[in-house]
């Protein structure tokens, strides 16, 4: 960035805002010089990449909704029903120090929940997104909204999948 701002070009951060350039003044006038495009084949090219990032950012937000809904959220709470089978049972047997096994299921739930919280938060942006008109605004929803959502349930995801018995979460991890 320091870099693209000492030389003087653009520092654009996302594709979102990358779009527009390709209908400037600018473009325009370097592509209807050679022939290439017109003013309007540019706008229209805009217009389809506009589409294309928000119908591929749904995808993702969709798949990752499905995945913890379905797979990442119930491996969790057979591994907190674990836990806590696991310190009854300690305590039952012998009376012995539960504290690290209640420590985790402690932090487990906690992510769990936060994870919980952060799937409905996806599906409700999700939503939204899918009934606004086409175009710069709904990608701009996508990248605000829906990427900022995303991030926030990967966030105890992640946490997650380095806690849960590598046997019961669900797909091939990091680790």
Known sequence: MKEAERRGLPNICSMVDAIPALASEKSVSLFEKFNVFTRTELE???EVLYEN???AINIEARTMIDMAGKQIIPAVIKYTTSLANSIN????ACGADV?????LLMETSRLLAEAKQALTRLTEVTTRAAVMEEGR???VFC???IITA???LRAPVDQLEMMVDKEMWPMPSYG
């Open 143 to 145: 990248r605000d909204r």
């Open 89 to 92: 049972a300690v305590k039952a």
């Open 53 to 55: 990032y928000a119908k």
């Open 99 to 103: 504290s690290v096994q209640t420590e």
């Open 150 to 152: 995303m991030d926030a």
């Open 137 to 139: 605004e709904q990608a």
């Open 44 to 46: 229209s090219r805009v």
